[in-house]
């Protein structure tokens, strides 16, 4: 890995790390989002995850018992290191992914959609995906929608990252109060 890719790694990471998002409890607001994501895509599975060094850890699923699996494996690496939308209709005739464990075994993913979670910051911390075990597409309109819902996702890490925020500086308020008195 060079440099300019480590150092960018690790200002990823770091960015994900400040979500403290990884291994946490099932939440209705992501598992909402993966219901929309699967019915705008109109595929069996769809998930939130992110992406960490070693693992790609599963947010919120629907459609898939899994709650992880090694990064190398998974197709959302390489939407994560793109910085992009992956969109791969067939696995089986690309030849990224046609020998990736979970294309000739279980589940047999035969679909794959990736839409990049991006930070405010610019920093890509795992995906929205789509999947399914056949072969497919999608068109634009579903891909903007994608998108969107993508944006949705960051948006909630937003919004819970500054509830903590307070929730903390409220605790240290009130310690800082009782040691007046």
């Given at each position: 890995?060079?440099?300019?890719v480590?150092?960018n790694?690790a200002?990823?990471l770091?960015a994900?790390y400040?979500?403290k998002?990884?291994?946490t ?7 909402d ?6 019915q705008v895509?109109?595929?069996p599975i769809a998930?939130i995850n992110?992406v ?7 947010k919120?699923t629907?459609?898939l ?11 959302c ?27 000739i075994s279980?589940p047999?993913?035969?679909f794959?959609?990736?839409i990049?979670l991006?930070t405010p910051q610019?920093?890509?911390?795992g995906?929205?995906c ?5 072969s ?9 929608s ?10 909630q890490?937003e919004?819970?990252?500054t509830?903590?925020k307070?929730?903390?500086i409220k605790q240290?308020?009130e310690q ?6």
């Amino acid at each position: 890995m060079d440099k300019k890719v480590f150092q960018n790694e690790a200002l990823r990471l770091k960015a994900l790390y400040e979500y403290k998002v990884l291994d946490t409890s099932p939440e209705q607001a992501f598992d909402d989002l993966v219901l929309l994501t699967k019915q705008v895509a109109g595929t069996p599975i769809a998930l939130i995850n992110f992406v960490d060094a070693n693992r790609q850890w599963f947010k919120a699923t629907v459609g898939l018992s899994a709650s992880e699996m090694p990064r190398n494996i998974g197709f959302c690496s390489l939407c994560v290191t793109l910085g992009e939308s992956l969109i791969i209709p067939d696995t089986l005739a690309d030849e990224r992914f046609a020998t990736n464990p979970v294309v000739i075994s279980e589940p047999y993913v035969r679909f794959y959609a990736g839409i990049p979670l991006v930070t405010p910051q610019g920093q890509v911390v795992g995906t929205l995906c789509a999947i399914d075990m056949v072969s497919r597409s999608i068109n634009c309109e579903q891909i903007k929608s994608l998108e969107a819902i993508s944006r949705l996702v960051i948006k909630q890490l937003e919004i819970q990252t500054t509830l903590n925020k307070l929730i903390d500086i409220k605790q240290e308020y009130e310690q800082a109060k009782n040691s007046i008195r």
